[in-house]
């Protein structure tokens, strides 16, 4: 019985969340609340240099170097 109350409590809080933050965005469609900003999947990019590739990757370098040499087309010039 405590479960369930516990669950009915957080779905009205949930629904209480979601409700406010459309009615806060009524007017305004476009704007972006930090809930889609989490999910969204504009990543940044960052590269690395060669050199660092052994500790990104937790490899030895001479395995990094053998990955390099195995897949250039992925390499750029710095």
Known sequence: MGFDLILVALGIAAAGYFIGNGLKNFKN???KDSLSEIFSNDDEHELIKENNVHYLMG???EDAKSLIQEYPAYRTSI
């Open 29 to 31: 469609p476009d704007a």
């Open 59 to 61: 490899i030895s370098k």
